[in-house]
């Protein structure tokens, strides 16, 4: 637990919280560029070799992920200290990465409005029983969230459900501003394919972009679901939920080799993140360095983190995640415990 006094933590934080011009158009371009010429030599490999397509298009995954990230940026209006400047932008870079620029920033900001508040889950976040509820849930329930949970639906079928259908549609409520901009990106992203079918053919454009939508889709959920599920998290009803303990214990530090940490926008600091959201990604590191409660958080490595992957339910008595197994263990010795020996 941090004794950090929190208003202080936030104050030490705000130093970081002014993007820089030069910063943002720099990595813009190291970012754009590099997408823009490996999915190109994607396509040029396909008359040599579909592995080396594969090989290739990891690489400009890895490139698509940066963009989201740029993309993300620029929701929060960090990327760029004109608004308008952020909205052009995110709206380019949503077109890129399949998310309506308006929609995604509304979702998102509820996200780390109420990011580990038990009392209101639900949007933006992915789907988290804790263990009392799922014990009492109609046996439908449960099976529908051993599906949601499972790593071959959450990773494969997930980028495709988000990105591909969920985003396509507005959510109920949404303003005129929010309804136009999804419009607009369903437009420019139907034309940008089209375009691309016509001049390059619509077997070999499937065959370049599916493997680079399916792997920057399934490394950008694992991110997500990494930096929100590790053991000793936090999770608390909206009494005692706090916004600073839920950003710097209920989000990770993903401790990330430098190139991992750079494809992805130094997001492994998301405990940074979720303390100033105004912080530019490529700031995150520098204000982590230089506050040092915020090095005392949870850290996770490559290593470690597949552990997450067995996480499924929050333990609100033990204050950490649990599996299914260790659900179904506490059942049967409560039952033992319970039944009484005949006489």
């Given amino acids: 637990m941090l004794e950090q006094n929190t208003k202080n933590l936030k104050k030490q934080v705000a130093p970081y919280e002014k993007s820089l011009t030069r910063d943002s158009i720099i990595q813009l371009f190291n970012t754009l560029a590099p997408f823009i010429a490996l999915w190109y030599l994607a396509y040029k490999s396909l008359s040599i070799s579909y592995l080396l397509t594969l090989g290739i298009s990891i690489a400009a995954a890895g490139f698509l ?45 509820v996200h780390h409005a109420t990011s580990s508040n038990l009392d209101k889950r639900g949007t933006g976040d992915m789907w988290t029983m804790t263990v009392e509820e799922y014990l009492a849930a109609p046996l439908l329930l449960k099976i529908a969230y051993r599906f949601y949970r499972n790593p071959l639906v959450m990773f494969g079928i997930g980028p495709i459900y988000v990105f591909l259908l ?55 959920i694992w991110l997500f679901y990494v930096q929100h599920t590790f053991e000793d998290g936090y999770f608390e009803p909206d009494r005692e939920w706090e916004y600073v303990k839920a950003a710097v214990e209920g989000s990770s530090y993903y401790k990330l080799p430098k190139l991992l940490q750079w494809l992805t926008g130094n997001i492994g600091y998301h405990h940074v993140h979720h303390l100033s959201p105004r912080v530019p990604n490529y700031k995150l590191e520098e204000a ?51 039944v009484k020996p005949e006489i």
């Fill in 65 to 109: 992920v940066r963009i989201f990230i740029i993309f993300h940026d620029c929701c929060h209006h960090s990327f760029f200290k004109n608004r308008t400047a952020n909205r052009i932008i995110g709206t380019i870079t949503g077109v890129l990465t399949l998310f309506p620029y308006d929609q995604w920033a509304h979702d998102h900001s």
């Fill in 166 to 220: 969920k985003n396509r549609f507005n959510r109920k409520g949404a303003r005129k501003k929010e309804r136009m901009n999804l419009y607009l990106t369903n437009v420019l992203l139907a034309g940008a394919a089209a375009l691309l079918c016509w001049a390059i053919g619509w077997q070999n454009f499937l065959l370049v972009q599916l493997p680079i939508f399916m792997i920057s889709g399934s490394a950008g």
């Fill in 288 to 338: 982590h360095n230089n506050t040092v409660p915020l090095q005392n958080v949870p850290t996770i490595t490559l290593a470690t983190s597949l552990s997450s992957l067995k996480f499924r339910l929050w333990d609100e008595k033990k204050k950490n995640f649990v599996t299914f197994r260790d659900v179904k263990k506490a059942a049967k010795k409560s039952l033992s415990v319970n």
